[in-house]
């Protein structure tokens, strides 16, 4: 599977914006979806998962109840859709796949985006 990111730029706090990540490959309907973002000097960190057919996703604490993952196997296509956003949210974003069920942690994931940058301005 092959991934690519793109919808990152430069948004004012409490702004919105909402990233892709196209997938080539004939497998991408069986991997789960996720996302993750690495801010300057931090951690790759996990923002958000979905499951295989969309059904189940999961976030992490900080983005919950802002931010929402969605998928369209059909377009092989992952979003990630951004609202209220805070200069906090500031990184680079990776989309990223793996076949090993409903997982956070990023060595996990066996295949990655080239990552879009994401800024938030206060």
């Known amino acids: 599977v092959q991934l690519q990111a793109s919808g990152g730029g430069l948004v004012q706090a409490g702004g919105s914006l909402r990233l892709s990540c196209a997938a080539s490959g004939q497998t991408f309907s069986s991997h789960t979806m996720g996302w993750f973002r690495q801010g300057t000097g931090k951690e790759r960190e996990f923002v958000a998962g979905?499951?295989?057919?969309?059904?189940?996703?999961y976030y992490a604490d900080s983005v919950k109840g802002r931010f929402t993952i969605s998928r369209d196997n059909a377009k092989n296509t992952v979003y990630l859709q951004m609202n209220s956003l805070k200069p906090g949210d500031t990184a680079v974003y990776y989309c990223?796949?793996?076949?090993?069920?409903?997982?956070?942690?990023?060595?996990?994931?066996?295949?990655w985006g080239q990552g879009t940058q994401v800024t938030v301005s206060s």
């Open positions: 990223a796949a793996t076949n090993k069920g409903l997982i956070r942690r990023p060595a996990l994931y066996d295949y």
């Open positions: 979905i499951s295989v057919t969309g059904e189940y996703s």
